[in-house]
């Protein structure tokens, strides 16, 4: 019989010992510093990764570091068949000590959580979480870049391995953590994004698995993005129940004139924690803000009214992309052109990074220092 997830944290294991298998061949220094050099995103990937095993029987167990090597899978492993799968994505940053630290990853431990929760997966233990990025980081130190706004990027993921056509929820299950070196992800400056609201699709319904991070989300993304590319914009936002969502890999947030910051709140977008942590940053510094359901309405004519100067996107990539417009079928919002300095979105980017690259004070506690000043290379 299977267990039910809200009885699955009984059968933890922990705390969990890693067991480090070193690469044998790893990037020589020059293979690596040339990738570091132009790692643009997701194509490259670490000479490690980390995984932890479950199973219905044994809990958690196995917790290793290995070579970075494709998985074996059955054919019948339940998540090709029922994408029973989640995963997080977080980045590690070199100081200009060259220490590495981690940003918020306890949100993102607690977010894989939820999402487990919802996709009936079995809860990994925050501090086995954190294990996995903190051994992962250490073993691949090499491979954090330094300069510009590079980074290197986690992404933790989980998925249902048991060979077993029915449909339930999975009694072994398999977590991992890999981890690929990100350039700057604008190069040449921030460029304000188009964005292409899509009326034939949805991303999420009421109750269905729009809040965690689950890879079947992207799955129904990708034709009405591929729409946004069609209409000459860079990415899609979803609507509900005319009210705005989020865009398919970013959360949304708008500005008004008197500085208030407006996003919204719905039980089918992701918590996204660039955009909690912006808010705070933008709290502090004495802005009102408002999470509430905002209707597609209220973005337009609070636009055509001048009540709203600004809107942005957020998220883990980009940190912060303001947007320059919206296209719909039957009508366009251009937001006002700003200076950097004048744009709220923009100096709240800068207070972050700042953050983010040990530049400013982190006065909320966010980072999680992984390896010291040097400690490597
Ligand atoms: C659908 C979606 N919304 C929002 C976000 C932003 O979340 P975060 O700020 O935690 O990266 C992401 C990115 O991870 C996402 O995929």
């Known amino acids: 019989m299977s267990v039910p997830p809200s009885s699955l944290a009984l059968t933890d294991i922990s705390p969990l010992q890693f067991a480090v298998t070193p690469n044998p061949s790893p990037k020589s220094d020059a293979e690596r510093a040339e990738i570091l050099a132009n790692p643009g995103f997701g194509q490259f990937f670490t000479d490690h990764m980390a995984q932890i095993h479950w199973s219905e029987r044994g809990g958690w167990h196995r917790a290793s570091v290995e070579p970075y090597a494709k998985i074996s899978l059955d054919p019948a492993a339940a998540v090709l068949h029922y994408a029973q799968e989640i995963f997080e994505g977080l980045k590690a940053y070199r100081h200009a000590d060259g220490s590495i630290w981690i940003f918020r990853p306890d949100q993102n431990g607690l977010r894989l959580q939820r999402s487990a929760r919802r996709l009936a997966l079995p809860e990994l233990p925050l501090d086995a979480f954190l294990a996995s990025l903190d051994k992962l980081v250490q073993t691949d130190a090499a491979w954090v870049p330094d300069g510009g706004e590079t980074s290197l990027y986690l992404r933790p993921f989980m998925f ?169 079928s039957d009508f366009t919002i251009t937001m006002p052109e700003l200076a950097a300095q004048d744009s709220v979105a923009m100096s709240l980017r800068k207070q972050l990074t700042d953050i983010q690259y040990g530049r400013a004070e982190d006065t909320h506690g966010w980072l999680r220092k992984v390896v010291d000043a040097g400690e490597q290379r």
């Open 160 to 328: 249902a391995s048991e060979a077993f056509l029915g449909v339930r929820a999975a009694r072994k299950v398999y977590y991992f953590v890999i981890a690929s070196p990100a350039g700057a992800y604008f190069k040449g400056g921030v460029k304000p994004v188009s964005i292409w609201l899509s009326t034939d699709y949805a991303r999420a319904g009421h109750g269905g698995t729009g809040a965690a991070k689950a890879g079947g989300n992207y799955a129904s993304s990708l034709l009405p993005q591929q729409q946004a590319y069609e209409q000459g914009c860079d990415q899609v936002l979803f609507l509900q129940d005319g009210n705005i969502e989020e865009l398919g890999g970013m959360n949304l947030v708008l500005v008004t004139k008197d500085g208030t910051l407006i996003t919204p709140a719905s039980d089918s977008i992701l918590d996204g924690i660039t955009r909690d942590s912006l808010l705070q940053l933008a709290q502090d510094r004495g802005h009102q803000v408002e999470q509430r359901p905002v209707a597609i309405d209220e973005w337009r004519d609070g636009v055509a009214s001048g009540e709203i100067v600004e809107a942005f996107a957020c998220g883990t990539a980009a940190v912060v992309n303001p947007i320059a417009e919206l296209k719909a």
